[in-house]
């Protein structure tokens, strides 16, 4: 039986979400990110109507601030470098009531930003669910991926041709170790991820699948940085031969003069809500709009991530799911 990663659409037993803890890192942003953290946690747990809400905090310092902000989650202390637990945490398998927690290597998005913790909070979190995670000898971050519980996959040539993850392995190695580990069996390769990401594209700031065989791609605003990326992204999704949903694109966001990878993308997909990214500009109240319409059932809850993004992504960024 192939185990899979399930839709991120398919019900929740809870979610891990990364609280931040590390002062020198956050710097000014460590009190905002963590009001927006919470937030966003918030909004998934739905007054409990949503999914549980696993934080996880580094210290018992940083617990406590958790346990103040977010009174309705269940908080866990465990060291990690820092909060992108979609790149860091394990992904979880399921089908038929079994599940299994794949960890891959990780290095630092390239050697970028090598933390000590990050490199095994993987396996321990795994272990908190009862699940001896299956090790996988090559680098895969969760967020360069994303899936339509079908074996469909899609993922961006920068990220994971990139010679600072696998030197040496082809799309060919690449697309036969992501079928003999996460039963992915069809893969749609992107180009370039977003300008100025640190993690070299990930797909889950440029195209996330939103049902079986649908795939979100922004819609670029006027003068938008990143125009050429998405109409690069939406020619090679038709041309595989999957339905393409426009959502709106933030446009040009700048932090110190510096365009930065804001995207309305990197969305959560929970129980109850879709949480979606907000920075201030036209674009917001659209893009809410736009991720109701595509999840019936679920309500789509806006909430300004603009901390969060100093660190370098979202709020998918930050959370991983249990799969019931």
């Known amino acids: 039986m192939v185990l899979r990663q399930p839709p991120e659409w398919a019900p929740h037993e809870a979610v891990w979400i990364g609280f931040p803890s590390h002062a020198d890192l956050w710097e000014d942003d460590l009190g905002p990110a963590r009001d927006e953290v919470a937030a966003f946690a918030r909004a998934v747990h739905a007054d409990g109507a949503g999914e549980e ?12 601030a958790a346990r103040n902000l977010a009174p309705f ?8 470098g820092d909060i992108w637990l979609r790149d860091t945490g394990p992904i979880i398998l399921g089908r038929d009531g079994s599940r299994r927690a794949a960890r891959f290597g990780f290095n630092g998005w390239g050697g970028k930003y090598e933390l000590a913790g990050d490199d095994s909070i993987g396996a321990r979190l795994a272990e908190t ?12 971050e969760g967020g360069a991926i994303d899936v339509d519980g079908t074996g469909l996959a899609v993922t961006t040539e920068q990220c994971l041709l990139n ?64 125009a050429a990326v ?3 992204a939406k020619a090679r999704a038709e041309a595989f031969g999957v339905k393409v949903v426009p959502l709106p694109s933030p446009g040009r966001i ?3 003069g510096e365009i930065v990878p804001a995207s309305h993308m990197n969305f959560y997909i929970g129980n109850a809500a879709v949480v979606v990214p907000l920075y201030g500009g036209a674009s917001d109240t659209a893009a809410v709009a736009a991720v109701d319409a595509l999840f019936p059932g679920r309500k789509a809850v806006g909430l300004r991530a603009d901390h ?13 799911q249990v799969p019931k």
């Open 53 to 64: 809400v696993r934080l996880v905090a580094a210290d018992e310092d940083a617990a406590a």
């Open 73 to 80: 989650a269940t908080v866990l202390v465990e060291p990690f």
């Open 129 to 140: 669910i009862g699940l001896a995670p299956d090790a996988h000898d090559w680098i895969l």
């Open 163 to 226: 010679p600072n993850r696998n030197p040496g392995l082809d799309k060919a190695a690449i697309e036969a170790r992501l079928a003999a580990d996460l039963g992915i069996d069809r893969l749609l390769w992107l180009g370039e991820g977003l300008i100025n990401d640190h993690t070299d594209g990930h797909v889950d700031n440029l195209a996330r699948f939103v049902a079986e065989g649908v795939l979100a791609i922004p819609e670029p605003a006027a003068g938008d940085p990143n």
């Open 230 to 232: 998405y109409a690069d």
């Open 254 to 256: 700048e932090r110190d």
């Open 308 to 320: 969060v993004l100093t660190g370098g992504g979202s709020f998918h960024c930050i959370s991983q």
